[in-house]
T-cell receptor, first 109, second 115 residues
């Protein structure tokens, strides 16, 4: 079966750095997405990786290793507004997105 | 621009009743999707449409039907609601022009409770 694993919850301090990991086992791979979802709101797109390596976008970076079935989202200079759930999704061989359950990130002052 | 709108925002429905969740996008996107999101689970695809006039089944299609009469609208119908269909429903759309980089954009969601 297809599986996306992320930690359920993480806690970090304002101003610090946090890394959210995602491991996947899917039938085929056609890209990996990270979305942010604030409580009670819709998911919003953060990043996309299809080749190995690091993609940097401001305070957020996303890394992919296809051989290891592994990605991480790195958030720097954490702000209180970064408190949200972060969803990892993989596009499979049928070009459908398979979603992880999400990681709830709690930021403390 | 509005992007994607969904209606209603929330609804309480008696078991056995039917209901249609509405979704409209103004981005002229080819592809549209319906997901349900339940606590502790990832988003699960119910139905999708790659272009107007076509639809396909996702991971959890039973008890739901869709239609795609035009580019903008993609309604989801529950013919006879059951309590297990209590969930938050998200509609999404994507340009659908490229397979790899195609990014989905989500509506605000409909919170449905079936009693």
């Amino acid at each position: 079966g297809q599986n996306i694993d992320q930690p359920t919850e993480m806690t970090a301090t304002e101003g610090a750095i946090v890394q959210i990991n995602c491991t996947y086992q899917t039938s085929g791979f056609n890209g990996l997405f990270w979305y942010q979802q604030h409580a009670g709101e819709a998911p919003t797109f953060l990043s996309y990786n299809v080749l190995d390596g690091l993609e940097e976008k401001g305070r957020f970076s996303s890394f992919l290793s296809r051989s290891k079935g592994y990605s991480y989202l790195l958030l720097k200079e954490l702000q209180m507004k970064d408190s949200a759930s972060y969803l990892c999704a993989v596009r499979d061989s049928n070009y459908q997105l398979i979603w992880g359950a999400g990681t709830k990130l709690i930021i403390k002052p | 621009t509005a992007g994607i709108t969904q209606a209603p925002t929330s609804q309480i429905l008696a078991a056995g009743r039917s209901m249609t969740l509405r979704c409209t996008q103004d981005m002229r996107h080819n592809a549209m999707y319906w997901y349900r999101q339940d606590l502790g689970l990832g988003l699960r695809l119910i139905h999708y449409s790659n272009t107007a006039g076509t639809t396909g089944k996702g991971e959890v299609p039973d008890g739901y039907s869709v239609s795609r009469a035009n580019t903008d609208d993609f309604p989801l119908t529950l013919a006879s609601a059951v309590p297990s269909q209590t969930s938050v429903y998200f509609c999404a759309s994507s340009a659908g022009l490229t397979l790899h980089t195609d990014t989905q954009y989500f509506g605000p969601g409909t919170r449905l409770t079936v009693l």
